[in-house]
């Protein structure tokens, strides 16, 4: 009999693509246009690296910066998601969204207007061209990501990743349970046999509130509470050198389903 077949569905930022550079960049000039003032140098992106991890969306971003402009020796290391949530708070929904349409209209204008210097700010992942060729030998592989899909193309292609356009679900609105739906309604597979790939423990929750198996990449932006926190609600951490070892990896987490009747 035929074995079932099981969908991975990857995120693109923090799982496949580091968009670090871009979106620091992009964060910045919005940040300027609302009346602020970080400036563009290695130290600071450094900064806004280690406080990425506990923005929930772009509008976060705001907040990143806000308390880099407040304190360039802060320490979010230290920091809990719960004094970060409050900051956002305190800095408002309407201020949040705003700040979102002006990274994403930076963001949309640099791709087209210069799509070579918009390609350099960001890069795939080393080990993850690899990594989704071996997926792609038995597997289904998607992309579930927030970021627009035009701009996905363009990067997939760059890095020489083949993932076709039809396997990434992308948009803000759906929500990744959204698009963990679509993805098991494109690969013909039930909700519990598509496995979520994310960075964001946030994500990976609403991953298994509908069904679906859920893995933390390791390599992208989380904290070490929120990893640890991962473990402990039953989310593998995966790594991608161990991606096919014997422990509890993505490859044993596909196993264990695969053996499911």
Same mark, same amino acid.
């Given at each position: 009999? +035929? *074995?079932?077949? =099981? %969908?991975?569905?990857?995120? &693109? $930022? ?7 550079? /871009?979106?620091? !960049? ?62 956002? +708070? *305190?800095?408002? =929904? %309407?201020?949040?969204?705003? &700040? $979102? ?7 949309? /204008?640099?791709? !087209? ?149």
């Amino acid at each position: 009999m +035929e *074995k079932p077949r =099981v %969908a991975i569905a990857l995120d &693109f $930022d923090g799982v496949i693509g580091d968009s670090i550079g /871009d979106t620091f !960049a992009q964060s910045v000039l919005a940040f300027r246009e609302m009346g602020g003032s970080v400036p563009f140098t290695r130290t600071m992106e450094k900064l806004f690296r280690a406080g990425k991890p506990f923005a929930k969306d772009a509008g976060g971003y705001y907040t990143i910066l806000r308390l880099i402009q407040e304190n360039q020796g802060i320490n979010f290391k230290r920091m809990a998601q719960e004094r970060f949530d409050a900051e956002v +708070e *305190k800095d408002g =929904v %309407a201020k949040g969204r705003q &700040f $979102d349409r002006l990274v994403t209209s930076h963001r949309l /204008d640099l791709a !087209a207007r210069e799509p070579e210097k918009w390609i350099a700010l960001q890069r795939i992942f080393p080990g993850v061209k690899r990594l989704i060729r071996n997926l792609q030998e038995n597997y289904a592989v998607f992309i579930a990501s927030a970021k627009g899909k035009k701009l996905i193309v363009q990067l997939l292609k760059e890095g020489g990743i083949n993932i076709p356009g039809q396997n990434i679900v992308s948009g803000a609105s759906k929500g990744k349970a959204g698009h963990i739906k679509k993805i098991a309604q494109m690969a013909g597979v039930p909700v519990s046999r598509v496995i979520l790939v994310d960075d964001s423990l946030g994500f990976l929750r609403e991953a298994k509130k509908i069904g679906a198996e859920a893995a933390m990449a390791r390599w992208g932006y989380s904290t070490r509470a929120q990893r640890k926190q991962a473990k402990r609600e039953g989310i593998p951490l995966v790594r991608i050198p161990r991606v096919f070892g014997r422990s509890i990896t993505l490859w044993s987490r596909i196993s264990k389903m695969r053996r499911r009747k």
